[in-house]
């Protein structure tokens, strides 16, 4: 099994920045792809960038050049700049585990952007 908690949610004005974390327990060499998600309210959650073992990454066309994911052996990090109002949702962590393909979820961290 595989624990997600994400922390680092807040209320930020336009233009601001907000680094979110998540902390990883449990087995956490099982664990290959990690990604950030998020659900603004009505809305499907999507995929807002992720990162594979080896580090290599890929970002939503919306947070390019604005977000910098990150990870070491027990944590994710999602570097939030030039924050916008559209930013405004519930941000999930997620990981995939390499030999199952189970994904696990944290429970979310709220990031409000007010313009």
């Known amino acids: 099994q595989v624990q997600l908690v994400e922390s680092g949610g807040g209320l930020v004005q336009a233009g601001g920045s907000l680094r979110l974390s998540c902390a990883v327990s449990g087995r956490i060499f099982s664990i290959g792809v990690m990604a950030w998600y998020r659900q603004a309210p009505g809305k499907q959650r999507e995929l807002v960038a992720g990162?594979?073992?080896?580090?290599r990454t890929n970002y939503a066309d919306s947070v390019k050049g604005r977000f910098t994911i990150s990870r070491d052996n027990a944590e994710m990090y999602l570097q939030m700049n030039t924050l916008k109002p559209e930013d405004t949702a519930v941000y999930y962590c997620n990981a995939v585990s390499l030999d199952s393909g189970t994904e696990y979820w944290g429970q979310g961290a709220q990031v409000t952007v007010s313009s």
């Open positions: 990162i594979t073992r080896s580090g």
